[in-house]
């Protein structure tokens, strides 16, 4: 009988349907029915041969027998249906077995399994609920599939009460248990959450390996409680002398994130003692981090050491690196970069963001004419614009005075999102066409969209321009509009232009008492405002005498 099977097994695995039935009918000789182990096979055939509902059939063949298929080849036909994408025709053949009386505990075992795949933990609940309506008790099989399943979506509510639920059953929690739990943490960054589950575990008894050390380090971390997962790593270094980079990674990214660089550096060489050495994830995070703190020279010497160890840095780490040049208004390193960038096809890919960078670099230094290269040389080497690169561009043609041209440009975007019709109001405004942007305000507030909506942003270049022009009413009217109309808050930069058209038309005393406003309303005045509060002071002084 068991080489009859492995024939079987052969011809399902290859689809052969009519091979497995002429294999059961030549095994079932002198016999009644065919075994289970069989039929199990001939759905297996018909599952390879992309015949789920065929598959199913052989169920229907057996109770026409007169006798019941076994609940797990019930089990196995619910595979095979949702595999098909038939789930909804697998939870109909379980309502008809709950019906009939006959579901069986694999059964739900089975379809909670499958609801790992996607956000079903819902799914994955409701069937726990119905089995308990149903008086079917869960076995061991059914928690851990619960619980896989919560740890998957990142459900910890769910996983820990699973888990305790299965403790008042009378199951012993194990390692495994306690580890689809702690996964749960890690991805919903609930750091104490996880602590708790790893204390209970060691009171419990059972010896925490390093998954579940790694599970509760990055939970910590991940939730910002970077010292307390340190800590832990700590005590994992002490018990285990064979650690890999994966033990070390979420701390030490954590520590980069908050800019902690020091440590990070301290950490790297314990790991270095232990030969264990950073992959380019880190490199990159390191590169970002320096970037944030404008520490370009940091960001160059790392790049740099990432290539010594022989690391060939992407697409992603490169970026990286333009964003430093970037962030510190270095156009030219950046430029340059992105040119090198160029000549790596086709090992490293150029993407839109590549450009956008150096554009908005182009932008900061005011090289409007570099940002409108840039994006052209982007579409010639095939580079999809997208609103990202094209609003950069009319921002750069406003800077160039050539509104014609911004106006075409934004005719051509297919669904302009609140940058492009933002920098369409900024080129009217540099260009003196206050009306037209008035216009093109008008149309956003009609607009029924909420991401289509002004915001402060929007209104920050109308209360600008009027402050450079000395219009103070007019920069009142637009200031107005923003905080009473729009219900908008009001920005720091918001209150420092209108200070600054108060000012500019020689109302000193109305720019001091938006300076009581603004500081009223819990808004911190820069350095800037206070400045230039002073030298309007100082002028009035002098005139009055």
């Known amino acids: 009988m068991d080489d009859l099977l492995q024939a079987m097994r052969i011809r399902a695995k290859a689809g052969d349907v009519r091979g497995v039935r002429g294999l059961m009918r030549m095994g079932c000789r002198g016999t009644a029915r065919a075994t289970p182990a069989m039929l199990f096979e001939l759905m297996i055939a018909y599952r390879n041969r992309r015949k789920p509902l065929a598959a199913i059939s052989v169920l229907q063949e057996i109770n026409s027998t007169g006798s019941d298929p076994e609940p797990w080849l019930y089990a196995e036909g619910y595979k095979i249906l949702e595999q098909a994408g038939l789930f909804e025709r ?86 495994v248990e306690y580890s689809l739990v702690l996964k749960a943490c890690i991805k919903a960054q609930e750091g104490d959450l996880a602590l708790s589950h790893f204390r209970n575990m060691i009171s419990e008894g059972i010896s925490p390996d390093i998954i579940a050390f790694n599970s509760v380090i990055a939970s910590l971390s991940k939730s910002g409680d970077v010292d307390q997962a340190y ?35 301290g950490l790297v060489e314990r790991m270095r003692e232990r030969k264990v050495y ?145 920098e369409l109001i900024f080129a009217y405004l540099i260009c003196g066409k206050r009306k037209d942007a008035l216009h093109v305000l008008e149309k956003l507030g009609r607009g029924q969209r909420v991401h289509l909506k002004p915001n402060s942003i929007t209104y920050g270049m109308f209360i600008r321009n009027s402050a450079l022009r000395g219009e103070a009413m007019e920069a009142r009217e637009m200031f107005k509009e923003m905080t009473v109309v729009r219900k908008i808050k009001a920005t720091p930069q918001a209150y420092t232009s209108l200070i600054e058209a108060y000012v500019k038309s020689g109302d000193l005393k109305g720019g001091l008492d938006m300076l009581e406003e603004m500081k009223s309303k819990g808004v911190q005045p820069s350095d800037k405002t206070f400045v230039r509060l002073r030298e309007a002071a100082l002028q009035s002084s002098k005139a009055s005498l």
């Open 90 to 175: 697998a939870m109909g053949m379980l309502k008809a077995r709950l019906k009939s009386g006959k579901a069986a505990v694999d059964e739900f075992n089975a379809l909670i399994s499958i609801s790992r795949k996607g956000d079903t933990r819902i799914r994955a609940w409701q069937l726990h609920e119905e089995m308990k309506k149903h008086k079917i008790s869960g076995n061991r099989s059914t928690f851990a599939a619960l619980l896989s399943c919560y740890a998957e979506n990142g459900d910890v509510a769910r996983a820990s009460r699973t888990l305790d639920e299965m403790k008042s059953e009378g199951y012993e929690a194990r390692l």
């Open 278 to 422: 950073p992959d380019e994830a880190y490199f990159k995070c390191l590169i970002s981090n320096y970037s944030k703190v404008n520490r370009v020279e940091d960001a160059e010497r790392t790049l740099k050491e990432m290539i010594f160890r022989g690391y060939k840095p992407t697409v992603k780490t490169l970026t990286a690196m333009l964003n430093a040049y970037a962030r510190a208004t270095q156009f030219a390193k950046a430029l340059s970069l992105l040119k090198e960038m160029q000549e790596m096809k086709p090992s490293i890919e150029l993407d839109e963001r590549c450009f956008t960078i150096v554009m908005t670099s182009a932008i900061k230094t005011r090289r409007p004419q570099d940002a409108v290269q840039l994006f052209d040389e982007m579409i010639v080497a095939g580079i999809p614009k997208g609103n990202s690169s094209t609003s950069i561009l009319i921002r750069a043609l406003g800077m160039m005075k050539e509104v014609d041209r911004a106006e075409k440009v934004f005719a051509a975007i297919a669904r302009p999102d609140l940058y492009c019709y933002n």
């Open 231 to 265: 800590d832990l790593l700590q005590l994992l270094m002490k018990q285990e002398e064979n650690l890999e980079y994966d033990s070390f990674a979420p701390v030490l990214v954590q520590l980069l994130e908050k800019s902690r660089f020091s440590d990070a550096a």
